[in-house]
């Protein structure tokens, strides 16, 4: 039909911690959720997978991004932009972008939080 019906799953080092709502029918679709997680202090990357939604099958994963541990020490007030969507199966070509907000709270000797505002894509 030219269109997805995509939601978001945030990973932290491989384990699925939170999954967006979905948004039907749609190729620009808009979340605005925002969470927050406890984060290990040993953790070293989050990745968001965008995905559609498939009620007959397995559903397709559309694209990724990786935010590692390097990345959000280099953005200490945290990272707020657009992300370029990369290629999940190397066979698969990818285009789009999600918009997203993450900020590590407190401080290294603290019990951390991720906070990971999900807003939309394109």
Same mark, same amino acid.
């Given at each position: 039909?030219?269109? #997805? $019906?995509?939601?978001?799953?945030? =990973?932290?080092? &491989? /384990?699925?911690?939170?999954?967006?709502?979905?948004?039907? =029918?749609?190729? #620009?679709?808009?979340?605005? /959720?925002?969470?927050?997680?406890?984060?290990?202090p040993t953790?070293?990357?989050? %990745?968001?997978?965008?995905?559609?939604?498939?009620?007959?099958? *397995?559903? $397709?994963?559309?694209?990724?991004?990786?935010?590692? *541990?390097?990345?959000?020490?280099?953005?200490?007030?945290?990272? %707020?932009?657009?992300?370029?969507?990369?290629?999940?199966?190397? &066979?698969? /070509?990818?285009?789009?972008?999600?918009?997203? *907000?993450? /900020?590590?709270?407190? %401080?290294?000797?603290?019990?951390?939080?991720? *906070?990971?505002?999900?807003?939309?894509?394109?």
């Amino acid at each position: 039909t030219g269109s #997805s $019906d995509p939601y978001c799953i945030v =990973k932290i080092d &491989d /384990e699925a911690i939170i999954r967006t709502a979905t948004v039907w =029918k749609t190729l #620009s679709p808009f979340w605005g /959720e925002e969470y927050e997680v406890q984060l290990q202090p040993t953790f070293h990357s989050i %990745s968001i997978y965008v995905m559609d939604e498939d009620a007959l099958s *397995r559903d $397709d994963v559309i694209g990724k991004v990786c935010i590692t *541990r390097d990345m959000l020490v280099e953005h200490p007030k945290g990272y %707020s932009g657009w992300m370029s969507l990369s290629e999940v199966d190397p &066979d698969e /070509e990818v285009q789009g972008e999600i918009h997203l *907000r993450v /900020e590590v709270l407190g %401080s290294q000797g603290q019990r951390r939080q991720l *906070r990971c505002t999900v807003l939309e894509a394109r």
